[in-house]
């Protein structure tokens, strides 16, 4: 019995035809700003305060009116927005580095020391028995941080480097640190929060 060649082929070539779509369309997608849709908006709840977020009033963190946040307790000060709730996209490790140069020439709350946290300093914002909703397509998840932060991202880029092509982060979910591809795409999920070490003459004005 001699089998028609052509038939065999036919669903192959209209499920690759397929697959080609699906990669064109998210990529697409993430190429405007990965926007809250199906494929590229990956966070639901941004900046704006929200039913439910109140503030924990907790005296080891100081808004300082000005875009930035002091922990009193560490000795740092962070940028009270992350790069996610600012630009709207995730950037890498790579991006990164334009991203605090750009903090930096502006002088952002005064200062041109920003810089990208440890792992350490990251660990230190992690509070199990504070919660921040994070919308992820249609679930909800916690992001263990004080409320100062606002709707603020679960995953973020340290400044250690591992294994030469990947990069620490940390993640606020879960409570751990995780190594990532440095150069990877926009849609990982992870993006910045600065900070900067305060000094002693700063120390000794927020006595």
């Known amino acids: 019995m001699k089998v028609d060649s052509s038939n065999i082929f036919k669903p192959a070539l209209f499920l690759g035809a397929l697959l080609f779509c699906f990669w064109v369309t998210a ?12 494929f590229g908006g990956q966070i639901l709840s941004l900046t704006d305060k929200k039913e439910g977020l109140e503030p924990s009033n907790d005296p080891r963190y100081q808004n300082n009116q000005n875009g930035t946040v002091t922990d009193l307790k560490e000795g740092l000060m962070w940028k009270q927005q992350d790069s996610y709730q600012e630009l709207k996209k995730w950037l890498n490790w790579e991006m990164a580095q334009s991203y605090i140069a750009d903090i930096n020439e502006k002088r952002f709350g005064g200062h041109d020391d920003w810089k990208l946290p440890t792992r350490k300093q990251l660990a230190s914002l992690y509070e199990e028995d504070k919660v921040i909703p994070w919308k992820y397509y249609w679930t909800v998840n916690e992001v263990h941080m004080d409320p100062i932060f606002g709707y603020t991202s679960c995953c973020f880029w340290s400044s250690e480097i591992h294994k030469e092509e990947y990069a620490w982060t940390f993640n606020y979910i879960r409570g751990k640190a995780y190594p990532s591809p440095r150069g990877g795409p926009g849609l990982s999920l992870s993006a910045i929060r600065l900070v900067r070490e305060i000094n002693e003459k700063e120390r000794t004005a927020k006595k």
Not at 27 to 38: F, R, T, V, W
């Open 27 to 38: 990529s697409a997608l993430a190429e405007e700003g990965q926007k809250d849709n199906i």
